[in-house]
């Protein structure tokens, strides 16, 4: 076995042939999880090594290949034993640079990258020669088919597959970036930090040693070491050993118990708490946008040029840890009132915006002390302002973190008495999709006949009616009510209208007015909150029964507004209607826009979809396990079982089904069809494959799309 960290020049320059078995699963990696990643972070190597660092290199993982036998003069072959979703990635992107410096005219660049992606004629002996890789069974027509297209390539009319969506999206992503015009310098920067910053771990086996004992240790075996970890040691071994000790009791310990050592979800990776301090910490120190994959690599680099003396850095680190751990745990407590920073860290947090740390780190930094407490708090309404109000648009959420650390380089840069007016400018001035504070208008035409019920998470509906509650009790504020504020992330959402009107809310309504009905009762306007939870005899009871409840036995106030509606003895769709229309004007207060702003022009992109996930991703994220077994639903058809495989296809009885439905299909056969992701449910828990879908959606901040066709999944599947 030899071990060496290569470039892809390395890898794939010299005549070879990179052979993926037919045992390994299909090109399986998606453009959300992998590609957008891979290229920031080409295109975040490239800006480093512009500015401040001319041999910057990224790692991208290990490859595991095993020499093949071969007869004398034939092209030299090797196994790929792991690391084929890398290897297969950096083809595409190659091929698509190759395509895309050939439709610019620029040869000598791509004749710099056709080596790289095809085998010279002269070592062709069969069509497959032509490629340094070959994929398993399933990826070959279409691996070939995009591989060997002639720029400028019609996407089109390529087969559809994973493979061909990667290569347009490099394809898309470096016509973009190189822009329009001459783009032969940025070309060459591109194209020397593709095929010579990018480092990889190379492990090649000979002929006879164990292939699959190598893999399995590699990737089963031992628990890696964490950022902080790495940090930890970086730093004490810098430090004078008979210091050490002591620097490690007074300012790293505390790190290594419970608190910091439990694992925090960011977007969908988990990482100890310790770890994800530290990445936000050095983002607002350095504000340099970087994943936290990266963070110990960032550190070492910011100690090495900035803070050289880390004995001087750890008291540091140390103050700024306390300050994050007091917000964190004071917004965690139900009662009483909050700081400004505690109270934003709750509210933020339900909307699972981790982006949102390096501005409280930063704005508690030693370099802001002389920021007034009233300033603070300004600071604070306004970003929480951008926050919930791009939440309850839908705002895209991806590009968040580099709008906020650009945010903070400016603000860095300002008068320390000018951040409030500084804030104003950058969130009035911005007109990016990523960016932009959405104005009044486009908030209430997302609120006002909307299912807010349904279209969004709980947490978050509950914390719009906490917030709505406060504002009504004086909090936050210089003249609150004495019986304080509201509980926090405890209280039940209640329906004023039920949802099961049909029984005790009878009304002469038609088959469309019923629906309108419906529809009605899940809009904000029909929803409050109460302290202790409504028995279902009251919560489903009649009109009169829960507005007696709720005149002698709840202290809610936005209730009471309520019931002041409601003074003919009824409760209706138009008044839910003009409730929901007041709640809205006072939402838009609580979290204001700056005079005049009237948000972005142009309408932003699209939200993510459910049609663009399948199990298959679901696999490769991590949020369904290769093995897993899915059981029916449906009393009916109990006793079947599908199991998932790794290239998300579902196993009935031995026979491979490519969707969810057609799974389902063969199991419930009393009717035509079925809707799988609400038929399957996972062996031993209530929950369905769409519910697993749509945590996954969530861990990508597109939790809220497309409820209306979850509803209507849902009333298929009770039909």
Same mark, same amino acid.
């Given at each position: 076995?030899?071990?060496?960290?290569?470039?892809?020049?390395?890898?794939?320059?010299?005549?070879?042939?990179?052979?993926?078995?037919?045992?390994?699963?299909?090109?399986?990696?998606?453009?959300?999880?992998?590609?957008?990643?891979?290229?920031?972070?080409?295109?975040?190597?490239?800006?480093?090594?512009?500015?401040?660092?001319?041999?910057?290199?990224?790692?991208?993982?290990?490859?595991?290949?095993?020499?093949?036998?071969?007869?004398?003069?034939?092209?030299?072959?090797?196994?790929?034993? *792991?690391?084929?979703?890398?290897?297969?990635?950096?083809?595409?992107?190659?091929?698509?640079?190759?395509?895309?410096?050939?439709?610019?005219?620029?040869?000598?660049?791509?004749?710099?990258?056709?080596?790289?992606?095809?085998?010279?004629?002269?070592?062709?002996?069969? *069509?497959?020669?032509?490629?340094?890789?070959?994929?398993?069974?399933?990826?070959?027509?279409?691996?070939?088919?995009?591989?060997?297209?002639?720029?400028?390539?019609?996407?089109?009319?390529?087969?559809?597959?994973?493979?061909?969506?990667?290569?347009?999206?490099?394809?898309?992503?470096?016509?973009?970036?190189?822009?329009?015009?001459?783009?032969?310098?940025?070309?060459?920067?591109?194209?020397?930090?593709?095929?010579?910053?990018?480092?990889?771990?190379?492990?090649?086996?000979?002929?006879?040693?164990?292939?699959?004992?190598?893999?399995?240790?590699?990737?089963?075996?031992?628990?890696?070491?964490?950022?902080?970890?790495?940090?930890?040691?970086?730093?004490?071994?810098?430090?004078?050993?008979?210091?050490?000790?002591?620097?490690?009791?007074?300012?790293?310990?505390?790190?290594?118990?419970?608190?910091?050592?439990?694992?925090? #979800?960011?977007?969908?990776?988990?990482?100890?708490?310790?770890?994800?301090?530290?990445?936000?910490?050095?983002?607002?120190?350095?504000?340099?946008?970087?994943?936290?994959?990266?963070?110990?690599?960032?550190?070492?680099?910011?100690?090495?040029?900035?803070?050289?003396?880390?004995?001087?850095?750890?008291?540091?680190?140390?103050?700024?840890?306390?300050?994050? !751990?007091?917000?964190?745990?004071?917004?965690?407590?139900?009662?009483?009132?909050?700081? !400004?920073?505690?109270?934003?860290?709750?509210?933020?947090?339900?909307?699972?915006?981790?982006?949102?740390?390096?501005?409280?780190?930063?704005?508690?930094?030693?370099?802001?002390?002389?920021?007034?407490?009233? *300033?603070?708090?300004?600071?604070?309404?306004?970003?929480?302002?951008?926050?919930?109000?791009?939440?309850?648009?839908?705002?895209?959420?991806?590009?968040?973190?580099?709008?906020?650390?650009?945010?903070?380089?400016?603000?860095? !840069?300002?008068?320390?008495?000018?951040?409030?007016?500084?804030?104003?400018?950058?969130?009035?001035?911005?007109?990016?999709?990523?960016?932009?504070?959405?104005?009044?208008?486009?908030?209430?035409?997302?609120?006002?006949?909307?299912?807010?019920?349904?279209?969004?998470?709980?947490?978050?509906?509950?914390?719009?009616?906490?917030?709505?509650?406060?504002?009504?009790?004086?909090?936050?504020?210089?003249?609150?009510?004495?019986?304080?504020?509201?509980?926090?992330?405890?209280? #039940?959402?209640?329906?004023?209208?039920?949802?099961?009107?049909?029984?005790?809310?009878?009304?002469?309504?038609?088959?469309?007015?019923?629906?309108?009905?419906?529809?009605?009762?899940?809009?904000?306007?029909?929803? #409050?909150?109460?302290?202790?939870?409504?028995?279902?005899?009251?919560?489903?009871?009649?009109?009169?029964?829960?507005?007696?409840?709720?005149?002698?036995?709840?202290?809610?106030?936005?209730?009471?507004?309520?019931?002041?509606?409601?003074?003919?003895?009824?409760?209706?769709?138009?008044?839910?209607?003009? !409730?929901?229309?007041?709640?809205?004007?006072?939402?838009?207060?609580?979290?204001?826009?700056?005079?005049?702003?009237?948000?972005?022009?142009?309408?932003?992109?699209?939200?993510?979809?459910?049609?663009?996930?399948?199990?298959?991703?679901?696999?490769?994220?991590?949020?369904?396990?290769?093995?897993?077994?899915?059981?029916?639903?449906?009393?009916?058809?109990?006793?079947?079982?599908?199991?998932?495989?790794?290239?998300?296809?579902?196993?009935?009885?031995?026979?491979?089904? *490519? #969707?969810?439905?057609?799974?389902?299909?063969?199991?419930?056969?009393?009717?035509?069809?079925?809707?799988?992701?609400?038929?399957?449910?996972?062996?031993?828990?209530?929950?369905?494959?769409?519910?697993?879908?749509?945590?996954?959606?969530?861990?990508?901040?597109?939790?809220?799309?497309?409820?209306?066709?979850?509803?209507?999944?849902?009333?298929?599947?009770?039909?």
């Amino acid at each position: 076995m030899k071990t060496d960290v290569v470039k892809p020049n390395d890898v794939f320059y010299n005549p070879t042939r990179l052979t993926v078995p037919l045992f390994q699963r299909p090109y399986v990696w998606s453009q959300r999880e992998q590609w957008e990643p891979l290229w920031e972070d080409i295109v975040r190597l490239i800006d480093v090594i512009e500015e401040h660092d001319q041999d910057a290199t990224h790692f991208l993982g290990a490859i595991v290949i095993q020499q093949v036998p071969t007869r004398l003069g034939a092209l030299p072959t090797w196994n790929v034993i *792991d690391g084929q979703q890398r290897m297969t990635t950096l083809q595409l992107l190659l091929d698509a640079l190759h395509a895309q410096l050939e439709r610019r005219g620029l040869s000598d660049l791509a004749e710099q990258v056709l080596p790289l992606v095809e085998n010279p004629k002269g070592f062709r002996k069969v *069509d497959e020669d032509r490629y340094k890789l070959w994929p398993t069974n399933r990826d070959r027509e279409s691996f070939g088919a995009v591989m060997s297209a002639t720029p400028p390539i019609s996407y089109g009319s390529l087969p559809a597959s994973r493979l061909r969506d990667a290569h347009r999206f490099f394809s898309d992503s470096i016509g973009e970036w190189l822009g329009d015009g001459d783009a032969a310098q940025r070309a060459a920067l591109l194209v020397g930090a593709v095929t010579e910053r990018l480092e990889i771990a190379s492990i090649r086996l000979d002929a006879h040693e164990d292939a699959q004992a190598i893999f399995e240790t590699l990737n089963a075996r031992g628990t890696p070491l964490s950022a902080a970890d790495l940090i930890k040691n970086f730093i004490f071994q810098q430090i004078d050993a008979k210091d050490a000790e002591k620097g490690y009791l007074a300012y790293w310990a505390d790190f290594e118990t419970p608190w910091w050592e439990t694992e925090v #979800t960011s977007g969908r990776i988990k990482n100890p708490r310790a770890s994800l301090f530290l990445w936000q910490w050095l983002v607002a120190r350095t504000l340099t946008d970087f994943p936290i994959r990266e963070v110990f690599t960032q550190f070492k680099h910011y100690v090495n040029t900035v803070e050289k003396d880390v004995a001087a850095l750890l008291p540091q680190i140390k103050a700024a840890a306390d300050r994050y !751990r007091a917000i964190i745990e004071g917004s965690e407590n139900p009662n009483g009132v909050l700081t !400004r920073a505690q109270l934003f860290s709750y509210r933020v947090g339900t909307l699972d915006s981790e982006v949102s740390r390096p501005l409280l780190i930063w704005l508690d930094e030693p370099a802001q002390a002389e920021v007034s407490d009233a *300033d603070r708090r300004r600071v604070l309404d306004l970003l929480e302002s951008w926050f919930v109000r791009r939440a309850l648009v839908k705002a895209p959420s991806q590009g968040s973190n580099r709008f906020l650390v650009d945010m903070l380089r400016e603000l860095s !840069r300002r008068p320390k008495d000018g951040l409030v007016q500084a804030v104003e400018e950058i969130l009035v001035a911005n007109h990016t999709a990523v960016g932009y504070l959405p104005g009044d208008d486009e908030l209430r035409a997302a609120l006002a006949d909307t299912n807010v019920y349904g279209n969004y998470r709980r947490s978050r509906v509950r914390m719009v009616l906490e917030a709505l509650e406060d504002a009504k009790r004086g909090y936050p504020g210089a003249n609150p009510l004495a019986m304080g504020p509201i509980v926090r992330d405890k209280a #039940t959402i209640e329906h004023l209208m039920p949802q099961k009107w049909r029984a005790h809310w009878a009304a002469d309504l038609d088959d469309d007015g019923a629906r309108r009905r419906d529809q009605r009762i899940q809009q904000l306007g029909n929803l #409050t909150i109460v302290t202790q939870a409504l028995n279902s005899k009251v919560s489903n009871g009649s009109w009169e029964q829960k507005r007696d409840h709720f005149q002698h036995s709840d202290d809610v106030l936005i209730t009471k507004d309520a019931l002041a509606l409601a003074q003919a003895g009824v409760w209706d769709e138009e008044l839910i209607a003009e !409730r929901t229309d007041q709640m809205i004007t006072q939402i838009s207060k609580i979290w204001r826009a700056p005079a005049g702003h009237v948000g972005l022009a142009a309408a932003p992109p699209p939200p993510i979809t459910r049609a663009s996930v399948d199990v298959a991703q679901l696999v490769d994220a991590g949020w369904l396990e290769v093995g897993a077994e899915l059981v029916p639903r449906l009393q009916a058809v109990a006793g079947a079982v599908a199991t998932v495989a790794q290239d998300g296809r579902l196993y009935v009885g031995g026979v491979a089904y *490519d #969707t969810p439905s057609a799974a389902a299909a063969v199991v419930y056969t009393a009717r035509g069809g079925v809707n799988g992701w609400w038929f399957w449910g996972l062996q031993g828990s209530e929950r369905r494959l769409t519910d697993v879908r749509a945590d996954y959606l969530a861990s990508l901040g597109a939790d809220e799309v497309d409820v209306e066709a979850d509803e209507a999944e849902a009333h298929e599947a009770e039909e």
